[in-house]
């Protein structure tokens, strides 16, 4: 069995924005403008689990949306970016902004399980 573990710090991994449901407008103040419009193209309302790759330019991911819920889905469901982790591509991403009431470390050891 391969250990899963935290790749290093790395300007190159693809920013991944945990996003609560009635909170996605106001990404557009973190998330780059262009996620937040394709998001709103795409029908993504960061429900519980949901995952949105934005496209980049050059064909790659731009960045990566992962639906929290709503801030009551956050308080009560744990290991809630565990579910976003299984549904991505393989590579490295790190968290680039998170809502008030994420809490790092639950997320750390959801992604992980």
Same mark, same amino acid.
């Given at each position: 069995?391969?250990?899963?573990?935290?790749?290093?710090?790395?300007?190159?991994?693809?920013?991944?924005?945990?996003?609560?449901?009635?909170?996605?407008?106001?990404?557009s103040i973190l998330a780059p403008s262009?996620?937040?419009?394709?998001?709103?193209?795409?029908g993504f309302r960061a429900a519980a689990?949901?995952?949105?790759?934005?496209?980049?330019?050059?064909?790659?991911?731009?960045?990566?949306?992962?639906?929290?819920?709503?801030?009551?889905?956050?308080?009560?469901?744990?290991?809630?970016?565990?579910? @976003?982790?299984?549904?991505?591509? @393989?590579?490295?991403?790190?968290?680039? @902004?998170?809502?008030?009431?994420?809490? @790092?470390?639950?997320?750390?050891?959801?992604?992980?399980?």
């Amino acid at each position: 069995m391969t250990a899963l573990t935290f790749a290093a710090p790395d300007d190159e991994a693809i920013p991944l924005d945990p996003t609560l449901s009635e909170g996605l407008a106001e990404r557009s103040i973190l998330a780059p403008s262009e996620a937040v419009d394709w998001a709103v193209t795409t029908g993504f309302r960061a429900a519980a689990g949901e995952v949105l790759c934005v496209p980049g330019a050059a064909g790659g991911i731009a960045c990566v949306l992962a639906g929290l819920g709503s801030a009551r889905d956050l308080a009560r469901k744990r290991f809630v970016l565990g579910a @976003a982790r299984a549904k991505l591509p @393989a590579g490295n991403y790190r968290i680039a @902004a998170a809502p008030e009431g994420f809490e @790092a470390s639950e997320a750390a050891l959801g992604w992980l399980l």
